[in-house]
């Protein structure tokens, strides 16, 4: 019965993540996507792992493509034409959705993070700053998230975990909680980015049709 619980809380959580995704500006299949190029489509995944990384292909597919749509003179840029008093810039918005995809996989891991996410305010290293490592950051980061989803399963998903959050390893968390919340926190960050896109007269690939 358990099992049978847990499939159906997977099912109905990727069919919101689904729902984000296409208000953003379009589903993307992913980068491991065949859709496209002549290639029969492919099955839905079968294993827990499977749909997660598929979720998370999606928003690091439209994530990534944004960010680096932006020109790097204006990866200084935060908007200014209304209450936005504080906001992160263009590259502390990636930097933290980066920094955050480094933590929750090393919470997922059981291990610490491999690289520095430390900084003010949540947005990871200052000493990034250009746009290339700050890409490479990013790129790196969505990498060890999908290893990390990797070891996600039926068996393991709801089992009780330390919070990547809660340094003193008090609170705690689940791997079905932390990779749908890391999907979501992707997507969240996005509609802001495409807010600065826009702002900057830049489309978002991923609302330039086909």
Same mark, same amino acid.
């Given at each position: 019965?358990? /099992?049978?619980?847990?499939?159906?809380?997977?099912?109905? !959580?990727?069919?919101?993540? !689904?729902?984000?995704?296409? #208000?953003?500006?379009?589903?993307?299949?992913?980068?491991?996507?065949?859709?496209? @190029?002549?290639?029969?489509?492919?099955? +839905?995944?079968?294993?827990?792992?499977?749909?997660?990384?598929?979720?998370?292909?999606?928003?690091?597919?439209?994530?990534?493509?944004? $960010?680096?749509?932006?020109?790097?003179?204006?990866?200084?840029?935060?908007?200014?034409?209304?209450?936005?008093?504080?906001?992160?810039?263009?590259?502390? @918005?990636?930097?933290?959705?980066? *920094?955050?995809?480094?933590?929750?996989?090393?919470? !997922?891991?059981?291990? =610490? %993070?491999?690289?520095?996410?430390?900084?003010?305010?949540?947005?990871?290293?200052?000493? &990034?700053?250009? =746009? #290339?490592?700050?890409?490479?950051?990013?790129?790196?980061?969505? *990498?060890? $998230?999908?290893?990390?989803?990797?070891?996600?399963?039926?068996? /393991?998903?709801?089992? %009780?975990? /330390?919070?990547?959050?809660?340094?003193?390893?008090? *609170? =705690?968390?689940?791997? !079905?909680?932390?990779?749908?919340?890391?999907?979501?926190?992707?997507?969240?960050?996005?509609?802001?980015?495409?807010?600065?896109?826009?702002?900057?007269? &830049?489309? +978002? %690939?991923?609302?330039?049709?086909?």
């Amino acid at each position: 019965m358990n /099992n049978k619980i847990c499939t159906v809380v997977l099912l109905v !959580l990727m069919c919101v993540s !689904l729902g984000f995704a296409q #208000a953003a500006g379009g589903t993307s299949q992913g980068s491991g996507s065949s859709m496209g @190029q002549g290639s029969a489509p492919q099955g +839905p995944p079968t294993t827990v792992a499977g749909v997660l990384n598929g979720r998370l292909r999606g928003v690091e597919s439209e994530f990534v493509s944004a $960010a680096d749509a932006m020109p790097e003179d204006k990866y200084a840029y935060a908007p200014t034409n209304g209450e936005f008093k504080g906001v992160r810039t263009f590259a502390q @918005q990636v930097r933290h959705v980066a *920094a955050t995809n480094w933590e929750v996989g090393a919470g !997922l891991l059981g291990e =610490k %993070p491999p690289v520095d996410t430390k900084g003010p305010n949540d947005n990871g290293p200052e000493s &990034i700053k250009s =746009k #290339a490592d700050i890409m490479k950051y990013l790129r790196d980061s969505f *990498a060890y $998230a999908h290893k990390a989803f990797d070891q996600i399963t039926t068996e /393991n998903a709801v089992t %009780p975990i /330390n919070s990547p959050f809660d340094p003193s390893g008090k *609170a =705690k968390a689940t791997r !079905l909680g932390m990779a749908v919340l890391l999907v979501g926190h992707g997507f969240d960050h996005y509609g802001q980015m495409v807010e600065y896109l826009r702002s900057n007269g &830049i489309v +978002p %690939p991923a609302s330039r049709g086909q």
